[in-house]
């Protein structure tokens, strides 16, 4: 906000994203805003890092809001993420599972730590095959 960086309604903007008293409109194009202010300001391209974007939108589903906060999450990533010159790159994540899988899930047990047939591949590689039918 200091110096002359920013155009007094660019100020102004900004001001009323940060308290929150700004028009539902620049909400949606609040990231591509940030951005070109940070951009002007450390005249360099922005990367924009998003962690559990779904979260939000798992939030609106449950408490009957879905419709609309899919609206915005697509107008706010699309202003954000496509038609946004002041980005150099965005990773997002998100998508958490909703199923909590264990270690000790047989079903998924080719998926952590080593199968049988891998640990007697292992043995049989590293000359000590006769721990394979040795017990602990």
Same mark, same amino acid.
């Given at each position: 906000?200091?110096?002359?960086?920013?155009?007094?309604?660019?100020?102004?903007?900004?001001?009323?994203?940060?308290?929150?008293?700004?028009?539902?409109?620049?909400?949606?194009?609040?990231?591509?805003?940030?951005?070109?202010?940070?951009?002007?300001?450390?005249?360099?391209?922005?990367?924009?890092?998003?962690?559990?974007?779904?979260?939000?939108?798992?939030?609106? /589903?449950?408490?009957?809001?879905?419709?609309?906060?899919?609206?915005?999450?697509?107008?706010?990533?699309?202003?954000?993420?496509?038609?946004?010159?002041?980005?150099?790159?965005?990773?997002?994540?998100?998508?958490?599972?909703?199923?909590?899988?264990?270690?000790?899930?047989?079903?998924?047990?080719?998926?952590?730590?080593?199968?049988?047939?891998?640990?007697?591949?292992?043995?049989?590689? /590293?000359?000590?095959?006769?721990?394979?039918?040795?017990?602990?």
């Amino acid at each position: 906000m200091e110096g002359d960086f920013l155009l007094p309604s660019e100020k102004k903007e900004f001001l009323s994203l940060m308290e929150g008293t700004a028009p539902m409109s620049e909400y949606c194009t609040a990231l591509q805003t940030l951005s070109k202010f940070l951009e002007i300001y450390h005249k360099q391209k922005t990367i924009i890092l998003i962690d559990e974007y779904d979260v939000p939108l798992e939030n609106a /589903y449950f408490n009957g809001f879905y419709d609309e906060m899919v609206s915005f999450i697509r107008s706010l990533f699309e202003s954000a993420l496509k038609t946004n010159e002041s980005l150099k790159f965005a990773v997002i994540t998100g998508l958490n599972n909703l199923k909590v899988v264990s270690v000790l899930d047989e079903s998924y047990a080719e998926y952590f730590g080593f199968t049988q047939n891998e640990v007697d591949s292992f043995l049989e590689d /590293y000359g000590i095959r006769c721990l394979l039918n040795a017990t602990i």
